[in-house]
């Protein structure tokens, strides 16, 4: 196969009209794109007459939900006798956008993690989550680093159980730590190699019910692509934050065909982490201690794993150092072809456009308010430039230290 870099598919597969207004999604943008011409302003036109509709619902705001005293110890109970149920004593982690997240400390000094799963009820992907979880753990002693350990439910042994509400639940073991955040890239890397090594033994029966990134309308069950661009171009919140929400739009427009294309030529795919960045990992003394938060595991691109974790270091003031650091680390244990390493920046770019499509999703179906993604997207689209401006010194970087480990 001989796929377009991104440049060329800016230019033989979308035509962009230049922008001449504040708004480019409130502009009439033509793209040529599979012999079909749409256009945006008419779209969005013929849209908006539903847009009542499509307006996002009141949200909690990010990273603040909240459950009720009943359903905290009715999750409790599937989990813990009682006592020591009841005399639990539940506080708030800190952190966390998609879940309801809690310290339980017990009456004899034990800690542990409640979750109750705030996902639309998606059974399905918690069982999923769990199962991947199980067999990484029947590796653990081969890992350098814990992975979350569900307590097993009373009766079923199960590591999740549904609650009356709908919602999944499940009590992790503690692991010790603290979120690594960028004071120890390489070592953040080398953890993330070794996981992508383990998760290639992982086989699953379940079919995934995460979409493979390169489905990027299918990153919420609640977005569409019209809903997207709908909503991109009508809903007043993004007024906020137009300038960045208007050019990500723009990037995801001209790279639609590249990742038809990158799936078309088959990259390697295994199961993934598939949100496995700095904020998701816990060290003692800058030593990875453990990896947190595989609820979007699915199989998907192997390259996928690196995108990601790369994609929050793009985001810093100094970007390229964090990124070759990591990047020295992940080359210990991780593999990647020369294929998944010259189109690495576009699949950095792909997590970030995820993200947007993904809090639209969250909005759309009231799970977070909007301003999850309003508040991010000047952020999001800086990173994207950077990436874009930066990709042959990516690359570079990539395929010096994977060829030095050789």
Request: glycine share 6%; charged share 20%; aromatic share 6%.
């Amino acid at each position: 196969y001989i796929i377009r870099s991104r440049e060329s598919c800016r230019s033989s597969s979308m035509a962009l009209a230049t922008r001449t207004g504040p708004g480019l999604m409130r502009q009439p943008i033509q793209i040529a794109h599979n012999k079909r011409v749409l256009s945006l302003g008419v779209r969005t036109r013929r849209l908006a007459r539903a847009a009542a509709t499509l307006q996002a619902p009141a949200g909690p705001p990010t990273g603040q939900h909240t459950i009720s005293t009943q359903l905290q110890q009715e999750a409790l109970a599937h989990f813990l006798d009682d006592p020591p149920a009841s005399q639990c004593v539940l506080t708030p982690t800190s952190g966390g956008v998609n879940n309801c997240c809690l310290y339980v400390d017990t009456p004899n000094g034990q800690r542990y993690v409640l979750r109750v799963y705030n996902n639309g009820n998606r059974t399905d992907k918690v069982k999923y989550e769990h199962e991947c979880l199980r067999q990484l753990l029947l590796q653990q002693a081969d890992l350098s680093f814990q992975v979350p350990k569900g307590l097993p439910a009373r009766g079923s042994g199960d590591s999740h159980c549904l609650l009356t509400s709908g919602a999944e639940c499940c009590i992790f073991e503690l692991i010790s730590g603290d979120l690594a955040k960028t004071t120890s890239p390489a070592e953040v890397g080398r953890a993330t190699g070794e996981l992508s090594r383990a998760m290639s033994k992982v086989h699953m029966d379940q079919v995934s019910p995460i979409a493979p990134y390169s489905e990027l309308f299918r990153a919420h069950h609640a977005v569409t692509r019209d809903k997207f661009f709908n909503m991109v171009a009508t809903n007043p919140e993004f007024d906020a934050c137009r300038e960045g929400i208007d050019y990500l739009a723009s990037e995801i427009l001209a790279c639609e065909q590249l990742w038809l294309d990158l799936d078309a030529e088959g990259l390697p795919k295994q199961v993934i982490h598939g949100d496995l960045h700095f904020d998701n990992v816990l060290v003692v003394s800058d030593v990875v201690s453990g990896l947190l938060d595989f609820e979007f595991a699915a199989f998907d691109w192997r390259a996928m794993e690196l995108a990601v974790a790369l994609s929050k270091y793009v985001g810093e003031a100094d970007p390229l150092p964090l990124c070759q650091d990591f990047v020295t680390g992940y080359a210990l244990h991780g593999q990647l072809t020369e294929r998944e390493i010259e189109v690495m920046p576009d699949l950095i770019n792909l997590r970030i456009f995820s993200n947007a499509v993904y809090f639209v999703g969250r909005a759309l179906a009231g799970e977070d308010s909007l301003s999850s993604l309003t508040t991010r997207a000047g952020s999001y689209a800086k990173r994207v430039k950077w990436v874009n401006t930066n990709r042959d010194a990516i690359v570079a970087a990539i395929k010096q230290r994977l060829h030095a480990t050789a």
